[in-house]
């Protein structure tokens, strides 16, 4: 099982640092790909960070309160897969919405909103 570190995304749109709010899965906990681990806080926006791959969560580095800086490693988790030959040491989670673009949009969209916002907008099409 590879083991992959979970890091503070770097399309927060602005602020360089977020808060830990809270955990949504403990150390032992499996995970499923895209399932949230994490809700983080920057400035006026909260967003879930979800899971890169299939797995278990290892370890927390960042607690309830904490603040984290963009790219900081929060967490780590052992990968049970990983996608498609993606088997890199270091997996940096992107937004629900950046992983899974509608077919006529890139992932430079000119659309602006929240990663929850997005991941609600691709759910119900």
Known sequence: MPTLEITVPMDLGG???????????????????EEPLV?????????????????VLTEILANQGDVVTVGQIIARMAAESVSEGKAAPTVT???????????????????????IAKRLAREHG
């Not at 602020?15 to 790909?33: A, F, I, N, Q, S």
């Not at 879930?48 to 791959?53: D, F, V």
């Open 15 to 33: 602020p360089e640092e977020c808060v830990v709010v809270t955990w949504l899965k403990r150390v032992g906990d499996p995970v499923r790909r």
């Open 39 to 55: 809700i983080l806080q920057a400035e006026k926006v909260s967003f879930e960070l979800p899971a890169p791959a299939d797995g």
């Open 93 to 115: 989670a992107t937004s629900p919405a950046e992983t899974a673009s509608p077919p006529e949009r890139t992932r430079e969209s000119p659309v602006r909103a929240s990663p």
